[in-house]
């Protein structure tokens, strides 16, 4: 009885959507720009290997020791 009301629960949470389309609905499309504007006689560009640099870390500690000059306890 707890297995069915359980069982009842999740299909009434995650089943089916019970909105439905309205008669003569039509659904826009509004990602198919490039699909339906796109020349299907183009030639495929050539692809061109990209080696990027390699990266290089600032010296952070040095620039901050310039910006903020250790403080000196008074004597």
Do not use: C, W
Request: glycine residues 2%; positive net charge; without cysteine.
């Amino acid at each position: 009885m707890l297995s069915d009301r359980l069982t009842l629960a999740q299909r009434k949470r995650f089943g089916t959507s019970s909105e439905k389309y309205a008669d003569g609905y039509i659904q826009l499309n509004l990602f198919n720009e490039a699909e339906r504007e796109a020349d299907l006689n183009a030639p495929e560009p050539d692809l061109a290997e990209i080696h990027p640099s390699s990266y290089k870390r600032k010296n952070v500690p040095e620039k901050r020791k310039k910006t903020f000059p250790p403080l000196r306890q008074p004597k």
